[in-house]
């Protein structure tokens, strides 16, 4: 349907849409390397792959770019509706892969495991890649994802026949750091947490949907832009209900430019407010690495209060505990902090590490020691479960003290990134 304000801007579509259009992709930093992992996990037979965001991060939307990204040689089963038992995901996941036809009688469990197991050799002896992707995978319960676990069973002595995506908000990750589904987080061999656009990101992506649908290239001043990014904190779907509600706002006032007065208007219509809300799962990890800043009626900034001074724990700043000597960080002490981090989120944490540092510019063989105190907070917000976040901040602290050479925690700090494997919970 043509909306009112594409013939008055220009558009040959309407920019914002918030349906997952492949059609307007933009990767970011984050997408990007998401994307390049979850395609890398299906392609290289790694088995059980998990990738988590915030609501509305475009999740969705990456899914169909793998999809897109994947070969000819790659079978998918994409599953998005509920499901309610163990029967109803073997049903399921027989009909994506065309075993049985739709709406036709519930078969015994045995049936649908025997013609999957059938059509993965099949595939496996003509070099074809299997790949299950499910959607919103946090809402399944405990009994499916035991099921889930039990599909990456098929396998050869060498490699795992079916290669399984699980796709969700943070939830799923807390869900699968639980005790009780301990045996399925053994299985996951790559994980990766989609983040929100940063700044530029946020403007980047604005340009780039106006550009695809062939609408003014500046129709947003810079202040519009920045109010765009503090209201949706960077949030994609955010962004395109923002930004398509200014441009009628604009076009219902006789404007060819969006104001940052527009934005304002728009979000309080919106009832969004300057304080980003992320999901219970997160608002103890989730802490802005670029300062989320509020507006002030007359155009000024401030900070808001407590940003940038504290940890998400509440507790005394790692910054606090920075070196304030000169220099790098021993390799070895990345080493010791993989070990801490990877009790946290899984065989991840190498890569979820390297992936910090080079953010802020660096490489871990030259990577500056008043930088590391940043380091510890922004790895930190990778880990969802509270305790086990708790746990890396703690220890993360002790190794940061040590390098500043009081003997006693330098002793500590010895021991610790001498026996990587020796974690603060084992030396309580």
């Known amino acids: 349907m043509k909306l009112l304000y594409q013939e008055y801007f220009g558009f040959r579509q309407a ?4 349906t997952p259009d492949p059609g307007f992709l ?17 392609k290289a037979h790694r088995g059980f792959i998990v990738l988590t965001g915030e609501v509305g991060t475009g999740k969705t939307t990456l899914i169909h770019a793998l999809l897109k990204d994947l070969d000819g040689n790659t ?30 009688p519930a078969r015994e469990a045995h049936d649908y495991l025997s013609l999957l197991n059938e059509f993965l050799l099949q595939n ?13 995978a946090q809402n399944l319960s405990a009994e ?55 700044l530029q990101e946020c403007e980047n992506y604005v340009a780039n949907r106006l550009h695809i649908a062939g609408g003014p290239p500046a129709l947003f001043t810079k202040r ?39 934005i304002r208007e728009v979000a309080e219509d919106l009832a969004l ?20 800043r509020a507006p002030r009626s007359e155009g000024k900034w401030i900070e808001p209060k407590g940003a940038g001074t504290q940890n998400s724990l509440g507790n005394a700043p790692v910054s606090s505990v920075i070196p304030l000597n000169q220099g790098n960080v021993p390799v070895r002490f990345f080493d ?20 910090q540092v080079r953010q802020l510019g660096h490489r871990i063989e030259s990577f500056p020691k008043i930088k590391l105190g940043k380091l510890i907070e922004s790895t930190g917000q990778e880990i969802l479960d509270v305790s086990m976040r708790q746990e890396f901040l703690r220890t993360a602290s002790e190794l940061i003290k040590g390098l500043q050479g009081t003997p006693l925690e330098s002793e500590r700090a010895e021991r610790t990134m001498s026996n990587p494997k020796q974690t603060g919970r084992s030396q309580a």
């Open 75 to 104: 079978q998918t089963a994409l599953l998005f509706s509920a499901i309610m038992n163990s029967l109803d995901l073997l049903r399921c996941v027989c009909e994506e892969f065309n075993l049985v036809e739709p709406l036709q």
């Open 336 to 355: 010791a902090l993989v070990a801490q981090l990877t009790e946290g989120m899984g065989p991840m944490a190498n890569i979820v590490l390297r992936d």
């Open 26 to 42: 933009y990767l970011s930093a984050s997408h990007r390397e998401g994307l390049a992992q979850i395609s890398y996990g299906i």
């Open 144 to 198: 499916v994802l035991e099921s889930i676990r039990l599909l990456s069973n098929f396998e050869t002595a060498t490699d795992k026949l079916l290669q399984i995506l699980l796709v969700g908000q943070p939830e799923l990750a807390v869900r699968i750091n639980r005790p009780e589904l301990r045996q399925l987080k053994q299985r996951v061999t790559l994980r990766y947490q989609l983040r929100p656009l940063s």
């Open 15 to 18: 920019p914002f849409n918030v």
């Open 273 to 292: 407010s300057t304080t980003p809300v992320f999901s219970p799962a997160e608002q103890l990890s989730q802490t802005r690495s670029d300062a989320v």
């Open 224 to 262: 519009a832009l920045e109010a765009i990014y503090i209201y949706s904190a960077g949030i994609p779907r955010l962004v395109n209900v923002l930004g398509d509600n200014a441009l009628l706002t604009a076009f219902a006032l006789g404007k060819k430019e969006v104001d940052n007065s527009i």
């Open 124 to 136: 496996y002896r003509k070099g074809q890649t299997c790949a299950l992707i499910i959607d919103e």
